[in-house]
């Protein structure tokens, strides 16, 4: 067991952990953020999407503990019902949301894009988009959805 | 009909709690002091197992039970037959599960899964249905068939003979499809205990709560009062979650430990856990007369059932049905079989074999217009279904069969940039307009390649859908609705919201009636304890079917409150009170109206309620045996959708640049989830189309996850133009009709026959891969390019 320090939606966890316990199972068993979730375990989905120090990764691709120290967005950090975050009420009104297994993911990379990039080319936001995978929508919404906010600016 | 909720665009109120991650899907949900199942599945495809030997797995600190077909107090569930079986002895299939150990922790459970040894005897098995269907090999269910033809449907119609020699121009071809996976996002999860009253209450993602239950209560010996079956969110289903794949088995776990049981399927595990879409073998033969009427068609089509019936015989009767496409054939011949093989089982998927066929049909219909020397559209506007026309089972369409207006409503996107054959071509199914053309007129040229290696083509695709359970089987759906004393009301029903977003369409058509909001109307769905059963979330009947419940029970509920009302306000009949923006009073009359909440505050007072339970049940007549013939489905929901494609020469790639769909709706009751829908089918049809296969080796699947089992991303799915064609199904909810399945039709044809438009290559088989299309290109190459069509 290893003590590791997680920043997750600026509030600071110190956790006794196996070292082989991987970030998304101490996301969702130890903290309970079920908003994180376990689609294929192979980083192909990309349901798992978390931010990590800027950066969208697979949280089930990597160990808890490769996180020691780092500043972790979930789901949960992203807006809540009196604010939402403009991808989040975009995603609503638009129309992207289905079966919504996929939507904290989508929303993460998608705010992830535009917190980089504020007016996002068609492309950059397919590709951006890209490694979430989605089985009710054809895209189509989403993509739409994403456009909005970046075309509508400050996020 | 004017409606103001009912055709406006709400918002799902879903939604809210998926963005913020709140909504909870099974796996989310845990209960102190739960054990973790993990199912030891079959590694053979056709098997007995001869012993289990758990010793070594129970003697793992943490190991609560092993379980195995002895402990299953009924040991059968399925669809149309119990014949799965919740823990194997006979394996049918690699993937059967033949035990299931509990553990404190799920890293103990899936250690001593390894440690539990079965003994087999391995059997021959037989993975090709044409080979299975031969008197030669043994049946795998002999309780049911007495060979591995579990069922043959025959259509009969017309005479052959004649049809044959009327024809001038005949077309014959093999088409076949793959076994693909529904590849729904969310992995299956079931948290199951036995609560304070003694019930088994059983938590899941599933299509149909209530046959759940059913099953579970077969299985343990319970009664249906002491099972509750709760429908957490569903991470899209597809049809894959018809079948039972971990409710028994965690309840059965639950009942004989008393400890709160998670099981959580992996990817690799949910690839075996359940059905997959029948791959088929299509044999075609169409004839035309010169001026391109139809005349004849014969078809053989063979479905892989895999290793258990599930709903294979409703699935090649509904190939059957939809054969020749939407499109008048007099003399019409057809043989659909379905065929048990040690392939992974084959049941409920998006379309249920009418999407297969459509591969067939249409490539068809393309090759005769080749032939004759007319263009793809015409050939479709001179057979097409409208009202009156007879289909091959001989039944007589009547009311909204739109398909001409779908087609009038695409034809401008058909128009190639220099090619205006279209626009010429006075086509009786009315003018385009201006604008649409204008919008329309893709980036495809004749002879126009955006490089000397890739090259663009288009294609059309049309597709019919019979919707609801058909052939006779009383198709039921139940509401119960209430309003309450401040107005606002509750729907309750047993129709399970699968992501497509049915609970809101629902709020919308109680909101239409009452005069109220979407907002104001809570729908509670999929709960067999509170709500009645509404039959499966499948055959696209939920918006029609339950709609019509819902309706009809709002309506009931309303009609004692208009009374009461018109009582209230002296006025003469109930026709003289309406509702309107939560108020309720007498038509044309201010002075005599009161708020709704009010009023049945003031009712309560007097001791009367507003609450009713409806059920709507749509009718079919099963079809002949011997003929095919009878009305086998209603309402049908037709489409159209036009694909334009680049296809890179060198690679073989093919790449969708923009698809325009165009569907029959009766009515878009939501048109943003109409859009939904559509663009989720197109995505889903590109997919089928061109990439997706499961691959499978002596019935082993070689690629049960996402990176290698492809679905498309973000970029492979092309901008996608949705319209809808409103032509109202008078037996439906507000003139509407269902969409979910028809959605991915018509997709699969226009991409097959785009390809064709723009390398000359007709792809027969599912998926049109890379190799396929190379190796195709180098045979049309070598026939000396133009001329000849190659078929591969």
Redesign the interface.
Known sequence: MIDIKLVINKKTYTLNIDPRERLIDVL?TRIG??????????G??G?CTVIIDGKTVNSCLILAAQADGCDIT???G????RS?HP??KA?????A????????GM?LSAKNLLDKIAHPSDQEI??A???????????????RAVKRVAEEGEV | MNTGVVGSRVVREDAWGKVFGQTKFPADVNLPDQLYGVVIRSPHPHARVKNIFSEQAMALAGVVTVLTAKDVPNNSHGVLFRDQPVLAEYIRMVGDPVAVVGAETLEIARAAAKLVEVDYEVLPAVFDPEEAMTTEVLPLHPELRPTNVLYHMPIRRGSMEEGWAKADVVVEQEYSTQHVDHAFLQPEAVLAHVDERGHMVVQTATQYAHYDRGEIAHALGLRFSQVQVKTMAVGGAFGGREDISLQILAALMAWTTLRPIKMENTREESFYSHSKRHPMKMHYKTGATKDGKLVAMEAKIIGDAGAYASWSINVLRKSAVHATGPYEIPNVFIDSYAVFTNNPFSGAMRGFGAAQTVLAYESQMDLLAEALGISPLEIRVRNMFKVGSTTATGQVLTGSIPLDQCLTKIAPYLQKGDDSQLLQLKLDIGESTPHEAEQGTSTVKSGNFSNRMKKRGLGLGCAWYGTGYGNGFPDVSSAFVEIHDDGSATVLTGAVDVGQGSNSIYAQIVAEELGLQSEDICVYSGDTDSTPDSGTTAATRQTYNTGNAVLKAVRQAKVRLLDYAAHKFSCPTAEGIELKEGYIGVKGDPTRSMPLAEMVFQARLHGERFISAESSTARSTPVDPETGQGAPYWPYAFGCQMAEVEVDTETGLVRVLKVVAVHDVGKALNPTQVEGQIAGGVAQGIGYALFEELELHEGKIKNPAFSSYLIPTALDVPKIEAFFVEDPECTGPFGAKGLGEPAMLPTIAAVINAINDAVGVRITSLPATPEKILSALELFLKKGGAGDKVGI
């Open positions: 969702r953020l079920m908003g994180t979730k376990e689609g294929c375990g192979e192909e989905c349901a979930t789901i949960e992203v807006g809540n019902r939402p991808v989040q995603f609503v009104e638009v129309g949301v289905q079966c919504g297994f996929c939507t904290p929303v397919g590709i988009m890209s490694g979430n995978l989605c089985r009710c929508t054809g895209y189509d919404k989403i993509l």
